[in-house]
């Protein structure tokens, strides 16, 4: 899972307001839940709808410029969305804001947007660009004071005409680190923000990340056929002496066929300069971080013969500093599975990849909300991370994402469910502002009718991912066009938040589906949680409050993620009972990744385990397997789950086309409605 998420209890609603910090319902059209008041029952603040839009194209605007924008984006639209940021352009860069309906003007000088409303600013927060962490305290700065987040070298610029804007707060120097900056600001600010939600943003990382190879690197190493099972572990031996001429050098590991969703394996990594060792470690422990320069989307596998490994396209890179004068460079990995080494002497990262960007900033400082970024793998930091958790009440919504990738999606979202924190990754999502002060306005669903129980092998397709607010604005629209849509029955993961976050998203996909497609529940209902983290006592009462958006949209079939220590594990009985009698659940999938198979929880819960697929040919392997140990006496059950990032529907149909007479492809509602028949089961309510 690449980038992933957001929730409350009924019982603690009262506490949903905003606190000092924010604006009063006089000044802004943010409207949070209030005391006995069920009309303000909401998970996310509302905006007033959008009437016109001066729509700024930033998409290749430096990263200064892009987090101008964003804070200049949330103190505009805090009062009523007019700015629209063009800052992507995977499903087309006017492609959602045609979608709006709304009357737009688009700018291609940014400036005469800034122009238009420099009034509503009343000044400038530089930030310090040697510590890019003091980007985040200049953003929550910003929406406390209506203020815009500036660097040095802009806010000069925006101090003198004809912007003359005053500097109201300066950062650079003020903090020593990262944790410095965030202590201090949740010091000196936390109790001016609203407590409604938690913002974690990456402060300098931009999203677009050019595919292939940087140009100076060349492949020393590779594994070109699909290897699993590490039958090609081994000690490689990588001469990099053409390489010198630099004072480092970069090993850059991918994943060799990224259409599978296998990738390399390391697992230690010695490196020689004219036979003496200047570098050796093993991955995932503190001799590695000296020289991990990017884990990009990499995990460590813990414990004794640990390794660090990129599945589904990712990869990771290793620095060395070289001794003057070296002759003869090489190195030695013990490495395995699907591995493509790299090797360059320049840094891999473009500067433009290490700029900041403008994504959700709008939200948090629309909303006054304090933004850090936090790694929760890092005892100082995690000791923060979790006394900023305790300070919330349970179901409040982390919106954004996490600081080490993978490691820290797993190991945050576990302390953030122990807390009663769900996630909704939004750290990529666009004008959130603008979306929030959108409407409902649903058709009513087309479904075909359900098919006979037989003697056959129920096969249902689950896209994953869908827990993931960008990946909805983004990726799956890109999917959702593919011409192959509709052909053949698929289960469509989402966000039930949509219904607030971004109306206009889930009417697309709500009105435009075929009875072929369903939307279900992402991960693990209304927002990115771990059940089994989660406090019993707070539990049923947040499924609760949020079956209702689970009912609007539909939803009412979740995926649902379950780990402890980064391992999946099984709904307990209460968890499982929590979901069938608080989310009426006809049944549930459940993620165990390498296997399948129908268990009933407790007395009528069917609860599916997804076999995690990445390829058409995984699939049909899969099925192929199924049937040939199915003795064909009473029905089989399988439930795919399609890695959103690698497949599309048109390889669903190409999966389905070659199935035999023996299966059957079936959506969602109806794959639950047959095994409870199958099963004797009661129907579902």
Known sequence: MARRFTILCLAFLCAFSLTAGAASASQTSVQTAKPGDSKANRELPRFKKPQHLDAADIYDAPGDIKLLFGTLQGIVNRKQPRIYLIESQEEGKLTWLNDLDVPYTLHQDYWDVFSTYRSEVKGIIVYDPKLPDSINVATTLAGLKDAVVASPELASQLSKAPYNLKILDDLQGKFSSRLDAYTWQYEHLWKKTTHQMLVGLDPDTAIRIPSGLPESFVTIAEEEQPIRDAGNRDTYSLDLTSLLGKSEVYLRFDDALTQD???????????????????????????????????????????????????????????????????????????????????????????????????????????????????????????????????????????????????????????????????????????????????????????????????????????????????????????????????????????????????????????????????????????????????????????????????????????????????????????????????????????????????????????????????????????NEAKANWDGKSPLFISLGLLAWSMMPSDALALTEELGAEFKVVRADDYFSLIRESYDLPASK
Do not use: C
Request: net charge negative; glycine share 8%; proline share 7%.
């Open 261 to 623: 969703g296998w990738g390399p394996a390391v697992h230690e990594v010695t490196l020689k300069a004219d036979g003496k060792i200047i570098a050796n470690f093993v991955a995932g422990t503190p001799e590695e971080e000296v020289f991990l320069y990017d884990r990009q989307n990499s995990k460590v596998a813990e414990g004794q013969g640990g390794h660090r490994f990129a599945d589904n396209g990712n990869y990771f890179v290793y620095e060395f500093s070289l001794p003057a004068g070296t002759q003869k460079l090489t190195a030695e990995v013990d490495m395995w599975n699907q591995f493509k080494v790299s090797a360059g002497n320049i840094r891999p990262l473009s500067a433009e990849q290490q700029e900041p960007y403008a994504y959700l900033r709008d939200y948090a400082v629309a909303n006054k909300a304090m933004v850090f970024w936090l790694d929760s793998n890092v005892p100082e930091q995690k000791a923060l991370f979790e006394k900023i958790m305790s300070d919330v009440e349970p179901g409040t919504p982390y919106l954004g994402w996490f600081s080490n990738d993978v490691e820290g999606e797993f190991s945050s979202v576990e302390i953030a469910s122990r807390y009663g924190v769900y996630v909704l990754a939004a750290d990529w999502f666009s004008n959130l502002t603008v979306f929030s002060g959108t409407e409902p306005k649903f058709k009513p669903a087309q479904k075909s009718p359900r098919p006979e129980l037989e003697n056959k092998i129920y096969v249902t397709y689950t896209f994953t991912e869908g827990d993931n607010f960008q990946y909805n604005q983004h990726r799956m629209r890109v999917m959702w066009e593919d011409p192959a849509r509709g052909k053949v029955p698929i289960n469509w993961t989402s966000s039930p938040l949509l219904y607030e976050g971004a109306p206009a998203i889930l009417n697309h996909y709500v009105n435009t589906a075929t009875p072929n497609d369903l939307l279900i529940a992402g991960p693990s209902g209304a927002g990115y949680l771990y059940p089994g983290a989660w406090p019993d006592s707070s539990f049923r009462p947040f499924l609760q409050q949020t079956e209702k958006y689970l009912k609007k949209t539909g939803m009412n079939i979740s995926y649902v993620l379950n780990r402890e220590d980064s391992e999946n594990i099984p709904l307990t009985p209460f968890k499982a009972s929590a979901y069938e009698k608080d989310y009426h659940s006809p049944g549930l999938f459940i993620s165990y990744e390498d296997n399948y198979g129908v268990e009933i929880v407790g007395e009528s819960l069917p609860v599916s385990t997804i076999r995690g697929i990445s390829t058409a040919q995984d699939g049909l392997q899969v099925l």
